[in-house]
């Protein structure tokens, strides 16, 4: 089982390694401005929405398109890649995911990401680092392992294996998960036709992942957290959100912190299952 260690790296050992050539930090924001107005010396910056995702199909990027990403930000095959990005690394654990489904090698998370960064009055530059090209070879992407489908869920629905051995992480907030919003709070409308949760879904919104800094909880905080709600290790577990950012949070800690074998990130999330026809919802508080 892979060490936490060797997943989520301290910001000092951050700044201890911003020169080292065998690592590109990469920053991943929501607010894909925040890059220009103040970033880590020598890290570079990945737009979730135009360098990740097809621009034509609701998919990501294919091999060919990886390589070339890539490629152009200096990153080998053998290079240590360590995200950080606001939103306490929702897009950060959301590009780390990406880069798991090529099988990018070595990926690490920054704890804390952005934030902490600039609490700790870390040094910021707006200078854009200028690094070789690379000669990236990808694997084939694979969606089996870390990826889930609206197909495979509503299999698991059909044969009344949800709630069993199969757990559902609804990550969003308890607002979302009711029906009371078919948005985040304080978020413009995005599209949902229909409030509420896949049926048997366990409502554990992201944020308590973490603390008031943007660190992650412990080891032991997070494990009694899952497990008292039966989150447990023994079973399928796919965390969804929204469109797959949130819950890509919650999947890193289940699989690298927690080291769930069997967890999976449903991307097509809300937006897809509240505006497929004929996928059932569940409104309220209980699963």
């Known amino acids: ?56 199909v609701r998919d990501f990027i294919d091999e060919k398109q990886f390589e070339k990403l890539c490629s152009s930000k200096g990153i080998s095959n053998d290079t240590t890649v360590v995200f950080y990005g606001d939103k306490n690394n ?15 090698k070595d990926c690490r998370i920054m704890d804390g990401g952005r934030k902490k960064w600039i ?58 998960y009711t029906g009371e919003l078919i948005h985040m709070p304080d978020y413009p409308q995005e599209g949902a036709l229909r409030g509420g949760h896949i049926p048997t879904a366990i409502n554990i919104p992201w944020g308590k992942n973490v603390n008031e800094d943007g660190t992650f909880k412990t080891i032991e905080e997070l494990r009694k957290m899952y497990q ?8 399928k577990v796919i965390a969804y959100c929204r469109i797959g950012e949130r819950s890509s949070l919650t999947w890193f800690v289940l699989k690298y912190i927690l080291g769930y074998e069997n967890v999976k990130n449903y991307d097509g999330s809300w937006t897809e299952w509240g505006n497929t026809v004929k996928t059932p919802i569940k409104k309220g508080n209980e699963p």
Not at 95 to 103: E, H, P, Q, S, T
Not at 228 to 235: A, S, W
């Open 1 to 56: 089982m892979i060490k936490v260690s060797e997943v989520l790296v301290s910001t000092d050992w951050v700044l201890e390694n911003l020169n080292n050539p065998q690592i590109r930090i990469v920053q991943v924001d929501e607010d894909v401005l925040l890059y220009d107005m103040g970033h880590i010396p020598n890290s570079v910056k990945i737009d979730w929405f135009t360098e990740l995702n097809d621009p034509e």
């Open 90 to 104: 929702w897009w950060a654990c959301y590009a780390f995911w990406i880069f798991k489904l090529f099988g990018h």
């Open 119 to 176: 609490d700790e009055k870390k040094p910021l530059t707006k200078e854009i680092p200028q690094f070789p090209q690379t000669t990236y070879k990808a694997n084939k992407r694979n969606d089996k392992e870390i990826r889930a489908f609206k197909e495979e869920i509503l299999k698991f629905y059909n044969e009344a294996r949800l709630g069993k051995e199969v757990v559902l992480v609804d990550v969003r907030s308890p607002q979302e």
């Open 228 to 235: 008292d709600l039966g989150i447990t290790p023994d079973k």
